[in-house]
T-cell receptor, first 114, second 112 residues
Framework: DAGVTQSPTHLIKTRGQHVTLRCSPI?????VSWYQQVLGQGPQFIFQ???????GRGNFPDRFSARQFPNYSSELNVNALLLGDSALYLC?????????????FGPGTRLTVT | SQQGEEDPQALSIQEGENATMNCSYK?????LQWYRQNSGRGLVHLIL?????REKHSGRLRVTLDTSKKSSSLLITASRAADTASYFC????????????FGKGNQVVVIP
């Protein structure tokens, strides 16, 4: 079975631009969460989506937005990119919204903002 | 916001030795989880311990949880070069709305 997939693997953008990151969860998983991991730090929660609705939002500015599609895949959008947005963006899927279910992480998208 | 904090931050050991990492947190939790990350890539779930559990084993991994001290430890026995990675603890806070709160991670290097 395929694990969580993310695209693209790497991305280089310029300050002020917009970026869209994509995530496909494991088949049968309905919950998708997004995390930002800055170099040398642990992941920070950005969003959780479950059944196509936002169920949780971390302490990130409104420049960050996301959505979940009927097939449970998800997109993370970041507008007006800043240098500080450079990070590894991780997507995690699980069967249900609660954290008693194991979270399966994708390989991440490495975003570099210049 | 509540986060796990691992101690020590970096560990270098010989193959075959045991590696122990500690994690502390600040608020009440539903469970605590440990993850491994190789070379800045995706996280791999290692083990989950619930707040009403004190110890859990999985293969060469042993996790303990002390909710009175708000701390956890991860022991890797008989380490192998393939165990070289960063290890993170993550808590599921009781009022955290299903978001994992990660610590800064432990860098473990196992020397063959």
């Amino acid at each position: 079975d395929a694990g969580v997939t993310q695209s693209p693997t790497h991305l280089i953008k310029t300050r002020g631009q917009h970026v869209t990151l994509r995530c496909s969860p494991i088949s049968g998983h309905k919950s998708v969460s997004w995390y930002q991991q800055v170099l040398g730090q642990g992941p920070q929660f950005i969003f959780q989506y479950y059944e196509k609705e936002e169920r949780g939002r971390g302490n990130f500015p409104d420049r960050f937005s996301a959505r979940q599609f009927p097939n449970y895949s998800s997109e993370l959008n970041v507008n007006a990119l800043l240098l500080g947005d450079s990070a590894l963006y991780l997507c995690a899927s699980s069967f249900d919204r609660g954290l008693t279910y194991e979270q399966y992480f994708g390989p991440g998208t490495r975003l570099t903002v210049t | 916001s509540q986060q796990g904090e691992e101690d020590p931050q970096a560990l270098s050991i010989q193959e075959g030795e045991n590696a122990t990492m500690n994690c502390s947190y600040k608020t009440s939790i539903n469970n605590l989880q440990w993850y491994r990350q190789n070379s800045g890539r995706g996280l791999v779930h290692l083990i989950l311990i619930r707040s009403n559990e004190r110890e859990k084993h999985s293969g060469r991994l042993r996790v303990t949880l002390d909710t009175s001290k708000k701390s956890s430890s991860l022991l890797i026995t008989a380490s192998r070069a393939a165990d070289t990675a960063s290890y993170f603890c993550a808590t599921d806070p009781i009022y955290g709305n299903n978001r994992l709160a990660f610590g800064k991670g432990n860098q473990v290097v196992v020397i063959p």
